[in-house]
């Protein structure tokens, strides 16, 4: 079950990566842009993440996911000033997530919590946020990847060098590890 912990945590900066690696190629003014009144900005999106960050992962064990200071509601309407503050509440948000997660023992794994009243065991709610984070961090990247064109520098294996990519992989001797090892480096 460490297994589990472990790979949750790397699943979870993968996706904090390729936000950060999106975010980098964007100028302030296309972290706001909106396709129409109905869709969220690149800002909105990271509000939204923030907020349901802060409201999961806080007290984490002992207190409901949704919590009575959370207004979700606000968190679709953008009052961020800038990039900066952007990054920051995105940091913000993933600092919390991370502290929750490498303060969790494989015996927590069982006990239960709750998210609107509902029960979760800890392994059922890490893989409900598994399956929600990485649903806006691909709306942002859908995003980022429309504003840049054909200035967009790929985060996954490039169009047509899958044969290179594979070439590569299949040259190596088999090995356990992570897919996202080779994205991101280990904290120092």
Not at 26 to 39: A, I, K
Not at 40 to 63: C, E, P, Q, Y
Not at 91 to 98: D, P, V
Not at 146 to 164: A, D, Q, R, T, Y
Request: proline share 2%; with cysteine; net charge negative.
């Amino acid at each position: 079950m460490t297994d589990y912990l472990d790979s949750a945590r790397k699943q979870f900066e993968y996706y904090k990566m390729l936000g950060d690696k999106t975010f980098a190629q964007l100028s302030d003014e296309q972290l706001f842009w909106q396709y129409n009144e109905q869709s969220n900005s690149i800002a909105v999106i990271v509000k939204h993440l923030w907020g349901n960050m802060l409201s999961r992962w806080t007290d984490f064990l002992t207190t409901d996911g949704e919590k009575e200071w959370r207004e979700r509601d606000a968190e679709f309407e953008n009052d961020i000033a800038n990039k900066e503050e952007l990054l920051q509440k995105w940091q913000q948000g993933w600092e919390c997530l991370f502290q929750a997660l490498d303060g969790l023992t494989t015996e927590d794994l069982t006990k239960e919590i709750y998210i609107r009243n509902q029960g979760h065991s800890v392994v059922e709610a890490i893989n409900r946020q598994l399956a929600h984070y990485p649903c806006h961090v691909g709306q942002i990247l859908f995003i980022g990847k429309m504003l840049c064109g054909e200035n967009w520098k790929s985060l996954s294996i490039p169009k047509g060098n899958s044969g290179v990519y594979n070439a590569d992989k299949f040259a190596q001797p088999k090995q356990k590890q992570h897919f996202t090892d080779e994205f991101i480096k280990p904290a120092e």
